[in-house]
């Protein structure tokens, strides 16, 4: 049951399972210039009206999360 639940083995899971995620955050090599290059590029085909979602893929996706 819930309420029989050890709090601390909860609390040490819980800052586990943070750790790993700050982690797995800090060992991705991204850098700054490969990434502001892609950001820069869909504000400008958003701005330009260029920029077109693939309703398709983006459809198969969330039916996939639901699943």
Do not use: C, F, H
């Not at 050890?6 to 750790?19: C, G, V």
């Not at 085909?45 to 983006?58: C, K, M, P, T």
Request: no cysteine; hydrophobic share 30%.
């Amino acid at each position: 049951m819930i309420s029989q639940t050890n709090s601390s083995a909860i609390r040490t899971a819980y800052q586990s399972k943070t750790a790993e995620s700050k982690e797995a955050k800090q060992s991705t090599p991204v850098t700054k210039q490969g990434d502001m290059s892609k950001v820069e590029q869909l504000k400008e085909s958003i701005d330009s009206g260029e920029y077109r979602v693939n309703i398709q893929a983006l459809s198969e996706k969330m039916a996939d999360s639901l699943l």
